[in-house]
C-alpha cells in the first residue's frame, strides 16, 4: 500500500513538473497579429462575411479534395488480391479520374497564371 502511494506520488510530481515546464516554453513573447489570426478561405476573417470570395480557389480546393479521396481509395486497393475483378475496377477507377483531370485542364482550373 505505501509502496502504491509511493508511486502515485511520483507520477502526479512528474505531471505537475511537466506540465509547469510547458507552459513556460510555450510562453509567447511576441504577440503577432498576423500570425495570430487565421486564415480561412483566402480572405480576412475581420471584414464581412458578406464578401465573395474566389471562384478559382473553390475550384483548386474541389480538385485538391477529389485527388485527397483517390489516394485514400486506391491506398488500400495494393492489400487487395489482385484478381481480374479488382484489376477492372482499379483501372476503370483510374480512368475515371483521368478524365476528370483533362477536363479540368481543358476548363483551365489548373492553369495558376491568368
Known amino acids: 500500500m505505501i ?13 505537475t513538473v511537466m506540465l509547469a515546464l510547458s507552459i513556460v ?4 513573447m511576441m504577440i503577432d497579429r498576423e500570425k495570430s489570426s487565421p486564415f480561412e478561405c483566402g480572405f480576412d476573417p475581420q471584414n464581412s462575411s458578406r464578401m ?3 471562384m478559382r480557389f473553390f475550384i483548386i480546393t474541389l480538385v ?19 484478381n481480374m ?3 477492372i475496377s482499379i483501372i476503370t477507377f483510374i480512368i475515371i479520374l483521368l478524365v476528370g ?14
Do not use: R
Not at 3 to 13: D, G, K
Not at 64 to 82: G, K, Q
Not at 107 to 114: D, M, T
Open 52 to 54: 465573395p470570395f474566389s
Open 101 to 114: 483531370v483533362l477536363y479540368e485542364w481543358e476548363e483551365g482550373a489548373l492553369s495558376w497564371i491568368k
Open 64 to 82: 485538391f479534395l477529389i485527388f485527397d479521396v483517390e489516394i485514400a481509395l486506391l491506398l488500400p486497393m495494393n492489400i487487395i488480391s489482385l
Open 25 to 28: 516554453i510555450n510562453k509567447k
Open 3 to 15: 509502496l502504491l502511494m509511493f508511486l502515485w506520488s511520483v507520477v502526479i510530481i512528474l505531471v
Open 85 to 87: 475483378t479488382v484489376g
